[in-house]
T-cell receptor, first 110, second 114 residues
Framework: DQQVKQNSPSLSVQEGRISILNCDYT??????FLWYKKYPAEGPTFLIS????KDKNEDGRFTVLNKSAKHLSLHIVPSQPGDSAVYFC??????????FGTGTRLTIIP | GAGVSQSPSNKVTEKGKDVELRCDPI?????LYWYRQSLGQGLEFLIY????????KSGLPSDRFSAERTGGSVSTLTIQRTQQEDSAVYLC????????????FGPGTRLTVL
């Protein structure tokens, strides 16, 4: 039972363009959503988060949107080569365990 | 400051042997989590420690898996009688307080069971 879904296993974007990564969830109890970025042979690093009661959070080039029912998106603009990584969407409620999606591998083409 | 550290970074073992994986959380963090990532899969929750409370073991896949956290700091994940399907990257994360939503991950231990 996959409660957090990232349906695109990979995405390629030209440098300078916008990258949009999508995430869908099924559990309406989730109250917090996070995006993590993972480079090979490293642990995931926290990128940006959003509360379920908010519809937008921005941090520099990164914006997370929560405007559609049970759907989130991460926008990166402009995309840079260093953004090439695997991006995981995660969700939790309270301070409990994170439930992760399967990740999207983003490749930025120079 | 120092982040979450894990040791060893890589472990190769033979089927049937026991292994111990270690996690040193960020100093002062009260919550500690273990996850694993199998090839081509997302991160799968294993176990969660919060202060002196009984751990949430709901993610442990079998009774061959156990974990402890001594003194509210270092944690050890033990896998007994390892099987090939246990091969994965085992990730530890810590969080500063029960109210915190963000978890900080270590680099992981890559376990290969031959």
């Amino acid at each position: 039972d996959q409660q957090v879904k990232q349906n695109s296993p990979s995405l390629s974007v030209q440098e300078g363009r916008i990258s949009i990564l999508n995430c869908d969830y099924t559990n309406s109890m989730f109250d917090y959503f996070l995006w993590y970025k993972k480079y090979p042979a490293e642990g995931p690093t926290f990128l940006i988060s959003i509360s379920s009661i908010k519809d937008k959070n921005e941090d520099g080039r990164f914006t997370v949107l929560n405007k559609s029912a049970k759907h989130l998106s991460l926008h990166i603009v402009p995309s840079q080569p260093g953004d090439s990584a695997v991006y995981f969407c995660a969700a939790n409620f309270g301070n409990e365990k994170l439930t992760f999606g399967t990740g999207t591998r983003l490749t930025i083409i120079p | 400051g120092a982040g979450v550290s894990q040791s060893p970074s890589n472990k190769v073992t033979e089927k049937g042997k026991d292994v111990e994986l270690r996690c040193d959380p960020i100093s002062g963090h009260t919550a500690l989590y273990w996850y694993r990532q199998s090839l081509g899969q997302g991160l799968e929750f294993l176990i969660y420690f919060q202060g002196n409370s009984a751990p949430d073991k709901s993610g442990l896949p079998s009774d061959r898996f156990s974990a402890e956290r001594t003194g509210g700091s270092v944690s050890t994940l033990t896998i007994q009688r390892t099987q090939q399907e246990d091969s994965a990257v085992y990730l530890c994360a810590s969080s500063p307080s029960p109210a915190a939503d963000t978890q900080y991950f270590g680099p992981g231990t890559r376990l290969t069971v031959l």
